[in-house]
């Protein structure tokens, strides 16, 4: 039984070294058919949204973040703490569960399992601040706030396709 610990410990050894030599990124990893369907999925949850007059167009959950800018540069750990904070707070909530198109989820799993095999810091982003003020917003305004970030995961659907095309 320990030789069989051993020899998978070994083989996993061999692969993660493997694959740290290749440098998989997550422009690698994160594939455009996925990012394409989650779009598409997206589009259709945000299509079957009622329409709330109650919350103001101004109001953003989203933090301010840029692809291409010197300020507010965002990457992809923070693509990962978001979609991670949209897991937690948006799509796990009943009114969205009932919405949500089929495989949605399972799309998403997929995005955060990927997300977190090519993100490699340990520390939080530097935007950390940004990203739980995000979290309390939509935690603060319940139901309403989820359906309202719904039509926001564009955006990061968005940040996620420039950073896969534009950068290494």
Not at 61 to 73: A, G, I, M, R, V
Not at 83 to 112: A, C, G, W
């Amino acid at each position: 039984m320990s030789a069989l610990l051993l020899l998978i410990s070994i083989v996993a050894s061999i692969v993660a070294t493997a694959t740290s030599e290749e440098g998989l990124t997550c422009r690698q990893e994160i594939h455009t058919e996925l990012i394409r369907e989650l779009w598409n999925r997206t589009k259709q949850l945000i299509n079957t949204l009622p329409t709330e007059e109650s919350f103001s167009r101004r109001l953003r959950f989203l933090p301010k973040f840029c692809t291409k800018c010197s300020e507010h540069t965002i990457g992809w750990l923070e693509i990962q703490e978001m979609t991670d904070v949209y897991q937690k707070s948006v799509f796990s909530r009943d009114v969205i569960q009932e919405l949500l198109p089929l495989h949605y989820n399972d799309l998403m799993l997929r995005l955060q399992h990927r997300l977190q095999h090519c993100v490699s810091s340990s520390k939080p982003s530097k935007y950390l601040k940004d990203i739980k003020k995000m979290e309390r917003k939509i935690k603060k305004t319940r139901d309403k706030g989820a359906l309202k970030a719904v039509g926001e995961f564009i955006f990061i659907l968005r940040w996620i396709d420039e950073l896969a095309r534009h950068h290494m």
